[in-house]
T-cell receptor, first 113, second 113 residues
Framework: QKEVEQNSGPLSVPEGAIASLNCTYSDRVSQSFFWYRQYSGKSPELIMSIYSNGDKEDGRFTAQLNKASQYVSLLIRDSQPSDSATYLCAVIFSSGSARQLTFGSGTQLTVLP | NAGVMQNPRHLVRRRGQEARLRCSPMKGHSHVYWYRQLPEEGLKFMVYLQKENIIDESGMPKERFSAEFPKEGPSILRIQQVVRGDSAAYFC???????????FGPGTRLTVT
């Protein structure tokens, strides 16, 4: 069974620090990787997508992908209290007609003012 | 450009009644996915549809649940004879194609009394 695993958390960082969120996945042929942010009682919000090895930066967010190690991470620079949320790693495993997102259980991040 | 729309946002049903959840994808998106988030659990895939076709329903419970995405109008997730265990948040997501980013709607919170 294809799986996505994340740090169990919760993770607390002081305001202005770098938050590092990690994720591993079980299938080597996976092609598409995503990070979502979900505030309590709200729907998931797409933060980053990454499809090839290396780093991808968007503002304060950097996604890193290492397919050989089956590892994807999200760095949040200059963390703000408004970044406090649950961060979900999601993978599209490429098999047959499957195109759905498989989610990790999420890492709860708290940014302390 | 309007995002993914879902209605109703909150739905209360008594055991044995039917629940109908609606989803209109983002403009230009023809791929629709339904996910369920049970209380204190992660997001789980239910079904993937394109216009007039069910592509993958591997995550749907075998009984009482059905989904459609007609040529005209929104996608509908139908739950017949609801039970208390169906109480959850149901999210719809849409994408412009397979393997691309999926954008989530605000969700429908179903409560079965």
């Amino acid at each position: 069974q294809k799986e996505v695993e994340q740090n169990s958390g919760p993770l607390s960082v002081p305001e202005g620090a770098i938050a590092s969120l990690n994720c591993t996945y079980s299938d080597r042929v996976s092609q598409s990787f995503f990070w979502y942010r979900q505030y309590s009682g709200k729907s998931p919000e797409l933060i980053m997508s990454i499809y090839s090895n290396g780093d991808k930066e968007d503002g304060r967010f950097t996604a890193q992908l290492n397919k050989a190690s089956q590892y994807v991470s999200l760095l949040i620079r200059d963390s703000q209290p408004s970044d406090s949320a649950t961060y979900l790693c999601a993978v599209i495993f490429s098999s047959g007609s499957a195109r759905q997102l498989t989610f990790g259980s999420g890492t709860q991040l708290t940014v302390l003012p | 450009n309007a995002g993914v729309m879902q209605n109703p946002r909150h739905l209360v049903r008594r055991r044995g009644q039917e629940a109908r959840l609606r989803c209109s994808p983002m403009k230009g998106h023809s791929h629709v996915y339904w996910y369920r988030q049970l209380p204190e659990e992660g997001l789980k895939f239910m079904v993937y549809l394109q216009k007039e076709n069910i592509i993958d329903e591997s995550g749907m419970p075998k009984e009482r649940f059905s989904a459609e995405f007609p040529k005209e109008g929104p996608s509908i997730l139908r739950i017949q004879q609801v039970v208390r265990g169906d109480s959850a948040a149901y999210f719809c997501a849409s994408s412009p194609g397979e393997g691309y980013e999926q954008y989530f709607g605000p969700g429908t919170r179903l409560t079965v009394t």
